[in-house]
Every structure is written in structure tokens, then in C-alpha cells.
């Protein structure tokens, strides 16, 4: 039996014999499931963009609040460190 029941993989439609693209929605039989008149190779490089600038924003905020930390422990540690040397002076 040469003649298979084939299903379009995009949309499920039952596929007629010998086309080459789903006559519902125009997906190739047998190509790639992408459709060829519109390559969706690029997908939204807006999004893509703006997902790269929140990570850039959040590794500069994280560095920026662990700098923040990183100064008021040494501060801290500093301030500390005088009072109890004045304290011991004294
Ligand atoms: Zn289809």
C-alpha cells in the first residue's frame, strides 16, 4: 500500500495525496515546519534586546548594591575599629 493518510503537523488537516504544503495553512509536507515565504529565523530582536538589557541592568544593580554593602561593612569595620583603638588609648 503505496498511499498513506498523512496530517498536516502544523494545523492537523488531512492531507491530499501528492501536495507538497498543507492547502489549510501552507506548511510544507515534508520541508521543515517553518514556513518558507516567512523565515522566522530573527524572532523579535526587540524582546531579545530588552531581555539583554535587563540582565545588563541587574548584573550592574547586583554589582552596585554588593559595592554599597561592600563600602558600609568597611566603614563599619573601619569605624569600629577606631573607637575600640580611641577607647583602648583612652
Ligand atoms: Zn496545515
Not at 489549510?24 to 524582546?47: K, M, R, W, Y
Not at 539583554?52 to 552596585?64: P, Q, Y
Not at 548594591?65 to 583612652?90: N, R
Request: negative net charge; charged residues 15%; proline residues 6%.
Amino acid at each position: 500500500m503505496e498511499e498513506e493518510v498523512r496530517y498536516c503537523r502544523r494545523c492537523g488537516k488531512k492531507l491530499a495525496t501528492g501536495v507538497a504544503f498543507c492547502t489549510d495553512c501552507g506548511t510544507p509536507v515534508n520541508g521543515p515546519l517553518v514556513n518558507p515565504q516567512v523565515p522566522q529565523q530573527e524572532d523579535n530582536p526587540g524582546d531579545t534586546a530588552a531581555k539583554v538589557a535587563i540582565g545588563v541592568f541587574g548584573s550592574i544593580v547586583g554589582v552596585i548594591i554588593l559595592s554599597i554593602i561592600g563600602v558600609i561593612v568597611f566603614t563599619a569595620l573601619l569605624l569600629g575599629a577606631c573607637i575600640l583603638g580611641f577607647s583602648s588609648l583612652a
